[in-house]
């Protein structure tokens, strides 16, 4: 199971660390990935770490995003920065079937709202 946490609501240019806790699986062995998706939007993945830490992002998020794992807590991170008004949405993490990101995903977590506004 995935279990995300950390959503709520933040004024524009704010920060929030989002985290997805990992149960009945180790992360060693899995890749996972962010995604979220906003009303009447399509689901944007926008961040993916191997199990190895090699990590990517999508346009919209580089350079304010970050993603990182704590294999000791069985947990990843995302932490965003310099957040916007368009990143307002539901925020899901998801489990790859591989160890590398492959957009193969078969475990998804039940998802954290991100709210930015004045």
């Known amino acids: 199971q995935l279990a995300e946490s950390g959503g709520g609501l933040v004024q524009p240019g704010g920060s929030l660390r989002l985290s997805c806790a990992a149960s009945?699986?180790?992360?060693?062995?899995?890749?996972i990935g962010w995604f979220r998706q906003a009303p009447g939007k399509e689901r944007e993945g926008i961040s993916c770490?191997?199990?190895?830490?090699?990590?990517n992002y999508a346009d919209s998020v580089k350079g304010r995003f970050t993603i990182s794992t704590d294999n000791a807590k069985n947990t990843v991170y995302l932490q965003m920065n310099s957040l916007k008004p368009e990143d307002t949405a539901i925020y899901y993490c998801a489990r790859d079937r591989r160890s590398w990101c492959s957009a193969n995903y078969d475990v998804w977590g039940q998802g954290t709202q991100v709210t930015v506004s004045s």
């Open positions: 009945g699986f180790t992360l060693d062995y899995y890749a």
């Open positions: 770490t191997n199990s190895n830490g090699h990590s």
